[in-house]
DNA sequence: CTGCATCCCGCTCGATACTG
DNA sequence: CAGTATCGAGCGGGATGCAG
């Protein structure tokens, strides 16, 4: 396990920031994401998460401990080493990833030009039909 | 389309709220499946959704129809009708809120079993171990 | 190195009241 | 019925500083 982390790995230019899916909290997904290849640790996880302030980060990582999506070894050392590993559960999140991976790859597009629509033609916003009679079609 | 929406179709004592994944907003998703059997109406839309406020729902219903999630549609009748109805790009996201049940219905409980463990059991929380020489068990 | 404490900001969500 | 306007609370999340 493993290679460094890529820190572009999560590139904030990348559109999946207006993916309209989520993993528990903000930073959840990608710390599963980065263990993918095996444990790391505290400082190692920060680098591809754009500088996540510990405080956060901790907090990120005690949630997901709680729920045991994680498993945190500390080690008696000096300096201070831990390392966070995924667990079997944790591990069962790639399949979800994956499916948002999938959805993102078919469908990302067609959201980003919508919503490009949207913003250059906010003239044709408010359509009001007259009543029709009957038989609305679909 | 279809039958009265199920005011409890969300029931909040469900453990979903738990659930850690999220489409979109926070009720987007909800949305989503109220609108899977056909066009529905907006107050229509509230029950099921706990009485969520106007302001709120308007705002989630705007941007679902920003993104090409939903199309509005407003009949010039009065009283004043207005219908949200999926769009293609909409249905696409059953897709993956299918792939969130299979999910929680895989390993939610696990989940929730991890997460009640370590509210009894806070007393065995920071294990330390002496710093392996070599060769950690992967 | 790891991670806790404190302060604070912004955003989401909600309650209430009012309009076409 | 279908919203809009305004106000406010709560919380996630970031900056900084400090401790084991």
Redesign the pocket.
């Given at each position: 396990m493993a290679n460094p982390l890529d820190p572009e790995m999560f590139d904030p230019i990348c559109p999946s920031s207006a993916m309209p899916i989520q993993i528990g909290?903000?930073?959840t997904g990608m710390v599963v994401l980065c263990l993918e290849e095996g444990p790391r640790?505290?400082?190692e996880l920060r680098v591809p998460l754009g500088?996540?302030?510990?405080?956060?980060l901790?907090q990120t990582l005690?949630a997901m401990e709680r729920d045991g999506l994680l498993t945190?070894t500390?080690y008696d050392e000096n300096?201070?080493?831990?390392e966070y590993e995924l667990t079997e559960l944790g591990r069962s999140l790639f399949s979800l990833i994956a499916a948002a991976r999938a959805w993102s790859r078919d469908h990302l597009p067609a959201l980003l030009a919508a919503r490009a629509a949207h913003e250059s033609a906010p003239a044709a916003p408010r359509l009001l039909r007259r009543s029709p009679p009957s038989g609305p079609g679909r």
């Open positions: 909290d903000k930073w640790r505290f400082t500088g996540v302030t510990p405080k956060v901790t005690r945190r500390a300096p201070p080493r831990v």
